[in-house]
């Protein structure tokens, strides 16, 4: 299986922005379907954005216009870069590889160490 890394994490201020890296090295990176979750502290986590199997990226409401996934094959990374960032994106930021069951974004992989996210007010 692929291994997912994610980085770029930190801590902004309201207003900041942020750019986090998902690496997999692989071939087969390319076709696979990544997606963004985070979870907040004392909440369930949650799916923000992903790559669809048809390849579009698709954002939830509480981020478009703010967050833009996009892909670099040729180095096995999906970004997010995360602009206007507020206290309530506050979180631990994971990347995984996706898929659409039940209505939801699930994460079909074993999940990483995520990359940490703090936004002051």
């Known amino acids: 299986q692929v291994q997912l890394v994610e980085s770029g994490g930190g801590f902004v201020q309201a207003g900041g922005s942020l750019r986090l890296s998902c690496t997999a090295p692989?071939?087969?990176?390319?076709?696979?379907?990544i997606g963004w979750f985070r979870q907040a502290p004392g909440k369930q986590r949650e799916s923000v954005a992903r790559?669809?199997?048809?390849?579009?990226?698709d954002y939830e409401d509480s981020v478009k216009d703010r967050f833009t996934t996009f892909r670099d094959n040729a180095e096995s990374t999906v970004y997010l870069q995360m602009n206007n960032l507020k206290p309530e994106d506050t979180g631990v930021y994971y990347c995984?590889?996706?898929?659409?069951?039940?209505?939801?974004?699930?994460?079909?992989?074993?999940w990483g160490q995520g990359t940490q996210v703090t936004v002051s007010s």
């Open positions: 790559f669809t199997p048809a390849g579009s990226a």
């Open positions: 995984n590889r996706v898929a659409w069951d039940h209505g939801t974004w699930r994460g079909l992989r074993p």
């Open positions: 692989g071939s087969a990176f390319r076709v696979i379907p």
